[in-house]
């Protein structure tokens, strides 16, 4: 799933150029290309397909050359998820009826690679046995940005994985802390896995004007007509917490392989290379008593040289046209950025 | 006096673009162009001269259009003020034999021109009964950075005017404060009043080898020859304090216009025109829970959208191959940043 937009990475991120072809995983790779990279050897890219916005599609294109034409979905209008995932179901049915699907958001990071294609490979063997499965996150800390999975009893088929006991929304931070403490819950990471058929059946079952609408999507001049009426709607809650509404048809992996959801210029500090100080700085930066900062240079922007003194966790990032500069604790707040951006009409800014 | 280069306002400030040819008053006139432009009531532009260095010719005939050619005095090298003045004396006399000289940095800012135009012309008036006459600013706190006048006996034929008792280096701390309780001393602005053949017996007297080199310096070819070979002193130190140790020869005008000797982004700031919530930002900036801070655009990067969430007592600077960041009140550790970049080579952002 490749069709993000998001303004959390203001000015780096823009409409035209959202954060999954951004490099913010730390390297010089978009986070769409290296989870794509991370993920190939288990499924081949010639096997892999990348969900998009049309007006996203050639940028998408570049960013992942080996990508076979046929592969690239190119969605005509957003609708959320549950169309997204609907489209690339049938797609691939119509290729391989048995085929298992794995789905994964193209805007995370992984430090541990192998881990996840671990963790991967126990979700698709729960897959073969239940309608649904997923991996959820062993949390770290009582973050109140993630839903959470409540975990139930073992699945007997795979080594590991849970039933999942509930679905349960962005908690509080009281609740974030007390699943903390529990044990139990996990950070849902939005990675799915399921028979191209169960999906099928699922949607037909929960969401039967998504599945009607697919009915009649064959071609793409039918795919620009039917798409953009297709109800918007989640797939978390248009099939999987419906599905999980009954006990024993969702299971759950969990996963500890350093994921981040990069979901904010806080997370991107987090993952960038940093000099001793803790500044994440271009080459050639000159930081004096400065310390723990981010400076991100996009565009005709690179290869200035920057001079930070005296500063701390501050984050900077500039593009050929606009200058942020804001503590690294208040990353979220971009978010006041973009709105009064949107108030003033500087729609050319976004 | 506008051949200086200086550093304290890197990035905007560079060899080739000093200080006195960046709008660092508050509004969007050069200091150069702004010095000029002041005191044109008592000083009309066609008999002020100009002295900059050969390098800085240029630039310097772009920022003052209606100087006329022959009032440009550029130094083949620099040689600090006293060659400076000295040529610009004998230029002078050459021209009018009776000529009373002003001699003004051009890199300085003054709240109240009329009020700097009234001490001016007091001063003018002490140099025809003096060896030479100064404007000493009154202190308003007990600030290290500049030297000091201490004062006498009022001069009976001028209003106001007093004798200079003597003058003295940048004072320490406790000194400092010391000199303002005591209501006696003034700041040395470095602005200067004397009659051109006052001056001249001056040179004569205290600094010889200087007044041969002037006497030698008929012609272009000549000026390029002998001025690079001129001793270089300051005036202060050559001529000033060597005259003034003989009691009754200098006399000083207490001003008190609004001065500001411009010397680093803290001066910046507080000159420059601020939102309700202290922000010195370009038109169209975005702040948010932003206090107090200074973001200055030059060049290429003017016209960028800038956009502050949550930071207080800033600066921050862009030039087309630049960024700075600092806290105000470490405006002068941009020295570090430029002697980092030297030792790295890196004349070409210098």
Same mark, same amino acid.
């Given at each position: 799933m490749a069709g993000g937009s998001g303004t959390r990475f203001w000015p780096a991120s823009r409409a035209h150029r959202p954060k999954q072809l951004l490099p913010l995983g730390g390297g010089t790779e978009s986070l769409l290309a290296a989870t794509v990279a991370r993920i190939a050897p288990i499924v081949p890219t010639e096997r892999t397909l990348v969900v998009t916005a049309a007006v996203l599609a050639d940028a998408t294109r570049r960013e992942l050359p080996s990508l076979p034409a046929e592969n690239l979905l190119a969605e005509p209008s957003p609708r959320n998820t549950a169309p997204c995932i609907g489209w690339a179901t049938r797609t691939i049915l119509a290729r391989d009826p048995e085929a298992i699907i794995a789905v994964l958001p193209s805007d995370q990071h992984v430090d541990d690679p192998a881990g996840l294609r671990a963790s991967m490979q126990s979700a698709l063997e729960v897959a073969k046995v239940r309608a649904l499965a997923t991996i959820g996150i062993r949390p770290t800390r009582p973050d109140t940005g993630f839903g959470y999975i409540e975990t139930g009893g *073992? $699945?007997?088929? $795979?080594?590991?994985a849970h039933e999942v006991s509930r679905f349960v929304e962005k908690p509080d931070a009281a609740r974030a802390r007390e699943y903390l403490a529990s044990g139990r819950f996990l950070w849902n990471s939005g990675m799915f896995f399921f028979r191209a058929r169960a999906m099928d059946e699922a949607i037909r079952a929960h969401l039967p004007e998504l599945a009607r609408g697919l009915d009649a999507m064959i071609g793409d001049a039918a795919v620009r007509e039917v798409f953009p009426a297709l109800p918007s709607i989640s797939i978390d809650y248009g099939v999987v917490e419906r599905v999980g509404?009954?006990? &024993?048809?969702v299971g759950v992996v969990p996963g500890d *392989? &350093?994921?981040?959801? $990069? &979901?904010s210029w806080e997370s991107a500090w987090e993952l960038a290379a940093k000099d001793d100080a803790g500044n994440a700085l271009p080459e050639g930066a000159i930081a004096v008593d400065a310390r723990r900062n981010l400076v991100r240079l996009e565009g005709s922007a690179r290869g200035k040289q920057v001079a930070l003194v005296g500063v701390e966790d501050l984050v900077v990032v500039e593009t050929d046209d606009a200058l942020l500069v804001l503590p690294r604790g208040r990353a979220q707040d971009v978010r006041a950025v973009v709105e009064a951006l949107k108030a003033k009409g500087r729609n050319d800014l976004l």
């Open positions: *073992f $699945v007997p088929e $795979v080594d590991g509404a009954t006990p &024993g048809q *392989f &350093g994921w981040s959801d $990069v &979901g």
